[in-house]
């Protein structure tokens, strides 16, 4: 069951598989769970849909 | 207020309404409340962006 | 993998296990994929943290 | 750490970034926190994968 | 539809209550729809529970 | 921004800390950004609120 969001940029393949990787031995070893066990999701977002400060990260990164 | 997040592979429009009917059928007979009361999301995730016991599905389902 | 998440208000253990017997059946027929694929949480929400139309549902609900 | 995700339609960049700046002034307001702590994300979802009373919106709004 | 989860501290009834009615009066006028729309959650977090920069909130705070 | 929630079962202070200083030095390296960017929620789930394969875990671990 346990199950991992990640919420962050655009990501190419090779980085979304090496963090669901490392985040399921995380996580294996943590809670001593089969690997099985875990689902992880990436959500990828443009910077045009997240703020920080209270501003577009696409206009603090122009 | 009820609300419901699937997340799950891509699928046609079809089987998006038929979840989203029967999500609100079930949860307005369990729950014993209007079905305007319930809304339901669909998240597609790509097989590239979902992992289970650390590979990413692209992989395993090669 | 397909995960479904139900935000709703405080149920009993018969209702909670009523919506993921039931959402599970749905899905599983729908993506026609194994009820082991499958995995439902019931995230229950106090009438304090909900709010409808501006008003928390404590409030509307007195 | 707060962090404000918003669920809705596909919108404008304009209208993603007054949802930030207006969330993050109110979220730093209420809880008397820097703007810097707030993280917002909008999640854009087509009519196809979202349901009301049962219904997906693109079916209501035909 | 549009749905706002504000994931954050602990709160008071009444910064939970301000919380709902301005997100909601932001979105109202941002996407030009009726209130009635909208639902608001708010997830309140232990600081034993959230993390930032590798640290639990509850270390950090002390 | 990046953002990582783990949904999982009910867990000690000392594995939470764990958990969130694995995850966030994962993502720092995989990301290469500072480690000040990264939040992690723990959100603790009762095994009454969590179903797999059409069962409750409080059920299936009797």
């Known amino acids: ?3 991992i969001q990640f919420d962050g ?3 190419s393949k090779e980085k979304k598989a090496e ?3 490392e985040f399921t ?6 809670l001593n769970m ?3 066990a ?3 999701i990436i959500r990828e ?4 849909n997240v703020g920080v400060g209270g501003k577009l990260l696409s206009e603090l990164h122009k």
């Open 45 to 48: 977002n443009e910077s045009d």
């Open 34 to 36: 089969p690997e099985q």
């Open 38 to 40: 875990f689902t992880v």
């Open 19 to 21: 963090l669901v990787e």
């Open 1 to 3: 069951m346990p199950y």
């Open 25 to 30: 031995k995380v996580s294996r070893e943590v």
């Open 9 to 11: 940029p655009v990501l």
